[in-house]
């Protein structure tokens, strides 16, 4: 089984890329859906039960707030593969500022998680590490790198 853990701040395109690549084969795990931690846990458990594939669809921008997802996983036997979306900080306020209702991050949100920004490690626990940019509004993924 396998669980994906999307790494990025706000408005660099975690969750287009989820519908892109996982929609069908993946559960979503988003805080954006679920609004509290006890229905997050909830539906981890719900999926380690019953051995399901899910996507952890969150910022995830420190290392201590990957750990308990990647602890879990591990725990169940899981593959963990994480995408880390490196985004320009400009470009990510942009796309913010297309958004509308509660899509919309205020800035303040944006750049405060772009500051607490840690990038993923394969130390931390991951099997597999993916580098994600948007370039002419397409995803480039590439395998990670540690020098990046």
């Known amino acids: ?17 989820y519908k892109n690549n996982f929609f069908n ?8 859906q679920l609004n509290t931690r006890n229905k997050e846990s909830q539906f981890l458990a719900t ?3 019953t051995q399901s ?7 995830n921008p420190s290392k201590v707030e990957r750990e308990k997802y990647i ?21 990510a306020l942009k796309r913010n500022d297309l958004r ?4 919309k991050i205020p800035e303040v949100g944006v750049r405060s998680c772009y500051r607490k920004m840690e990038i993923p490690k394969m130390q931390e626990g991951f099997d597999k ?5 948007i370039v002419n ?3 480039i993924i590439e395998d990670w790198k540690d020098e990046i």
């Open 100 to 103: 509308t209702g509660k899509e």
């Open 71 to 91: 602890q879990q996983a591990k725990e169940n036997k899981y593959e963990v593969v994480g995408y880390y979306f490196s985004t320009p900080i400009h470009e």
């Open 53 to 59: 594939r899910f996507v952890v669809d969150n910022t």
């Open 47 to 49: 999926c380690f039960k």
């Open 137 to 139: 509004d397409e995803f």
């Open 25 to 32: 084969s993946h559960i979503r795990i988003s805080m954006d």
């Open 129 to 133: 590490l993916y580098f994600v940019r």
């Open 1 to 17: 089984m396998q669980a994906i853990i999307f790494i990025g701040i706000q408005a660099s395109g975690k969750s287009t890329f």
